[in-house]
């Protein structure tokens, strides 16, 4: 059982609604119900906060980072810790429909990294950039999203991590792309914030990160982890020995409900039993569901 209790975050996943609109319905959504929807979201994380929740994690995109305004005016919810995740794929892929593909979408992120408040950490990496270096690449978008959460957050909320995308994370696994990790990680830490990773093949990240000499006990790693082995790839039983030697990572929990197969008081004995476990992140759709779900969660961790 863990020594000490899991940290509990309120994830957003359900505040997206991904799933439920076609990309044509989105971009038709009304701006009153957008702001609706985001006095909804920023209620429940709220209200989750208030039910023992101790943060929150969020893809880094407008919906979230309006939440994130909201709560710094919140006495009891600017106390939640943030974990960002970047990037947020589907708000690209939204965007390049309707800056015409990705060039447009290229062109779109350009103007906005350029008038951002990081024009020294872009103007370090000019050459870079020219020459399509991956490295510059990722260190002049990761500058331009701190930046904007910094915008949103102030100087009161506080960021204890900021994670790649699984997509980027496994993509670059597969790919081997050793250094490419080692600079990202050496570049948040020069920026005083603690890299992570999200990842699919949490197994695969840990046994070649020890291969490749990278200090996990300096990282924040998200994978998934329930009592039904749902998406813990390769397997269930590989992913919860890579979590005995993940040599001190601060190791968060996703997927734990398995997508609503498990009810919170079936998936909260499991977690507290991992050993190395850190934390988990729960997405909830209600006021009601988040004051239920994280009173068991706070109770059983």
């Given at each position: 059982m863990?020594s000490k209790p899991?940290?509990l975050l309120?994830?957003?996943?359900?505040?997206h609604g991904?799933?439920?609109l076609?990309?044509?319905?989105?971009?038709?959504r009304?701006?009153?119900?957008t702001q609706k929807?985001?006095?909804q979201a920023?209620r429940?994380?709220?209200?989750?906060?208030?039910n023992?929740?101790d943060?929150?994690?969020?893809?880094?995109?407008e919906?979230?980072?309006?939440?994130i305004?909201?709560?710094q005016?919140?006495?009891?919810a600017?106390?939640a810790?943030l974990?960002?995740?970047a990037?947020?794929?589907?708000e690209?892929?939204?965007?390049?429909?309707?800056?015409g593909?990705?060039?447009g979408?290229?062109m779109n992120?350009?103007?906005?990294m350029?008038f951002s408040?990081?024009?020294?950490?872009?103007?370090s990496?000019?050459?870079?950039?020219?020459?399509?270096?991956?490295?510059s690449l990722?260190?002049?978008?990761?500058a331009?999203?701190?930046?904007?959460?910094?915008?949103?957050?102030?100087?009161?909320?506080r960021?204890?991590?900021f994670?790649?995308?699984?997509?980027?994370t496994?993509m670059?696994?597969?790919l081997?792309l050793?250094?490419l990790f080692?600079?990202y990680?050496?570049?948040?830490?020069?920026?005083?914030?603690r890299?992570?990773?999200e990842?699919?093949?949490?197994s695969?990240?840990v046994?070649?990160?020890n291969?490749?000499?990278?200090?996990l006990?300096k990282?924040t790693l998200?994978?998934?982890?329930?009592?039904v082995?749902?998406q813990?790839?390769?397997?269930?039983?590989?992913c919860?020995e890579?979590l005995?030697v993940a040599c001190g990572?601060?190791?968060l929990a996703?997927s734990?409900?398995?997508?609503g197969?498990?009810?919170?008081a079936e998936?909260?004995?499991?977690l507290?039993n991992?050993?190395?476990?850190?934390g988990?992140?729960?997405?909830v759709?209600g006021?009601?569901?988040?004051?239920e779900?994280?009173?068991?969660?706070?109770e059983?961790?």
């Open positions: 863990n899991l940290s309120v994830g957003d996943n359900p505040f991904i799933s439920h076609s990309q044509q319905r989105a971009r038709e009304p701006l009153e119900q929807s985001t006095q920023y429940i994380v709220e209200c989750a906060v208030e023992g929740a943060g929150f994690m969020f893809s880094v995109d919906v979230t980072l309006s939440i305004r909201q709560l005016k919140s006495p009891k600017a106390k810790r974990y960002a995740i990037p947020y794929a589907y690209y892929v939204r965007k390049s429909t309707q800056t593909g990705v060039s979408l290229a992120l350009a103007r906005e350029v408040s990081n024009v020294r950490v872009i103007t990496n000019l050459n870079g950039l020219v020459r399509f270096n991956l490295s990722l260190k002049t978008y990761v331009y999203e701190l930046a904007r959460i910094k915008t949103a957050s102030g100087n009161i909320m960021l204890d991590a994670m790649l995308h699984e997509i980027v496994d670059a696994l597969a081997n050793e250094q080692k600079e990680i050496a570049f948040l830490e020069s920026r005083h914030v890299p992570g990773f990842t699919r093949n949490f695969i990240l046994d070649k990160f291969r490749w000499n990278i200090d006990g990282l998200t994978a998934s982890f329930n009592n082995g749902f813990m790839c390769p397997s269930k039983r590989e919860e890579a005995k990572a601060e190791i996703m734990v409900l398995a997508a197969y498990l009810k919170p998936a909260v004995g499991y507290a991992l050993e190395g476990l850190s988990a992140v729960i997405g759709s006021e009601a569901q988040a004051a779900t994280f009173r068991v969660f706070r059983g961790r």
